[in-house]
């Protein structure tokens, strides 16, 4: 076997190792879980919402580009929080753990839903961004990996979860099913 096609099959276990819960953390069915989510994002187009979009790194590339599809097939008003600026004022002013949830506290409403996306499920700053967020009254849907009882994915409406320790897998898997609900929910 080649180690691209050991690859493959090791992202195709880990795709089929993802699992949603709800926020009383019971299994919620894969389709119901996408469906779940496609309805969310409709309702927040209807309702002129917003949808906001978090991470750290690899997980901050995957919200930009999630946004990008969110905004241009969705016409879905999508943001991610990551502007430069914005991180080094937030940051100097109240530190790093707070850069989003302060942000997040004066933007977000009921109408909107916030995707945190962290692959360890237990960074600060996404960790607090998603109390900041769940107290707007907004939904919050979660994407993690490794351990499974982080705690990210203790806090969204909806979570779902790889299991895996493997950030490229898990990074990718998290950017594949994001990518699979944005052409769900595209208008042509």
Do not use: P
Request: charged content about 20%; hydrophobic content about 45%; aromatic content about 10%.
């Amino acid at each position: 076997m080649t180690d691209l096609k050991r690859r493959l099959d090791e992202f195709t276990n880990a795709m089929e190792s993802g699992v949603f819960t709800g926020s009383d953390q019971a299994r919620v069915d894969l389709e119901a879980g996408i469906e779940t989510i496609s309805e969310m994002l409709e309702k927040t187009r209807a309702d002129r919402g917003s949808v906001f979009l978090i991470g750290n790194g690899g997980s901050a590339a995957i919200a930009s580009h999630i946004a990008n599809d969110l905004i241009n097939t969705g016409r879905l008003d999508a943001r991610v929080m990551h502007d430069q600026a914005l991180l080094t004022c937030f940051a100097n002013d109240y530190g790093y753990d707070q850069i989003y949830a302060m942000q997040l506290e004066r933007v977000a409403s009921k109408k909107d839903v916030l995707f945190a996306i962290s692959s360890s499920g237990n960074s600060a700053n996404i960790v607090n961004a998603a109390i900041a967020f769940a107290n707007s009254g907004g939904s919050v849907v979660t994407f993690t990996g490794f351990e499974k009882y982080n705690a990210l994915r203790q806090m969204g409406h909806l979570n779902y979860w790889l299991d895996s320790s493997d950030y490229g897998l898990v990074e990718i898997g998290h950017l594949f099913l994001l990518h699979y609900v944005a052409a769900i929910i595209s208008i042509s």
